[in-house]
């Protein structure tokens, strides 16, 4: 007798992948952070249009000096402000059209009009040789960088236009980072406190020599490591 038993085969339910919820970028974060610090610091003296409130010193035999300066203070709270939108990455993936045209600002209403502005402003100013030198190889560095990447994103070369503008973007945070060291190191107990010096060398040279540094990391040391690091997992033992 043959059996017209049905052989019922039940496919396996496998359980659904749970989502993994987007890290927070934690470094971003931060970056907003001392952002509005910076700004919040920076920015008072300078809302009562009164030169003798500027924590740059003012040369009062310049009538265009203190203009020009609230120009690129003005210019350099845009360039801050867009960096941030810049670098966020939900942005950049989800929404292109606000990244594209805060990068076209970040551009011409930001980082090359606040350099322009930094290299017409420091011979009028008052700064010594430490600072107008530093002031003036910062805003050379920050105009070279912003339209080297932008027209290697006109010209579609996304590797460039990226790496440039990393380059960039650690050039116009050197303005928040520099205050932070020249106001932050000289608290340190047993460091000389020397205001000529120290506020000029922090605020002007290193703020954006360590910014650099840590971009040229990210860009070349930080990718060749895990190259070596996954090339040497794949050989034999």
């Known amino acids: ?110 980082m090359i009009p606040t350099c322009v502005l930094a290299l017409v402003v420091v011979p009028m100013g008052e700064l010594n040789l430490i600072g107008a030198s530093g002031a003036t190889v910062w805003a050379s560095l920050g105009l070279f960088f912003t339209i080297r990447g932008y027209l290697a994103g006109r010209a579609r070369d996304t590797r460039e236009h990226r790496r440039w503008m990393i380059y960039s973007f650690a050039t116009a945070m050197g303005l928040a980072t520099g205050r932070v060291i020249a106001v932050g190191v000289p608290a340190i107990p047993g460091v000389p406190d020397s205001p000529d010096v120290f506020f000029p060398l922090g605020g002007f040279w290193l703020g954006w020599m360590v910014n650099l540094a840590i971009a040229y990391w990210w860009l070349n040391i930080k990718p060749a490591r895990a190259r070596a690091k996954a090339k040497a997992s794949r050989v034999p033992a």
Do not use: E
């Open 1 to 110: 007798m043959v059996s017209n038993t049905l052989d019922h085969r039940q496919t396996p339910v496998t359980a659904p992948r749970p989502q993994r919820r987007p890290k927070r970028p934690k470094g971003l974060i931060a970056l907003v952070v001392l952002v509005v610090a910076f700004l919040a610091a920076s920015l008072p003296p300078y809302v009562t249009l009164d030169p003798s409130t500027s924590i740059i010193p003012i040369n009062a035999q310049i009538a265009l000096h203190y203009p020009i300066l609230l120009g690129h203070i003005l210019f350099g709270t845009i360039t801050l402000f867009t960096v941030c939108l810049q670098l966020w990455p939900r942005i950049r993936r989800n929404r292109p059209k606000i990244h594209r045209i805060s990068g076209r600002t970040y551009v011409f209403a930001g």
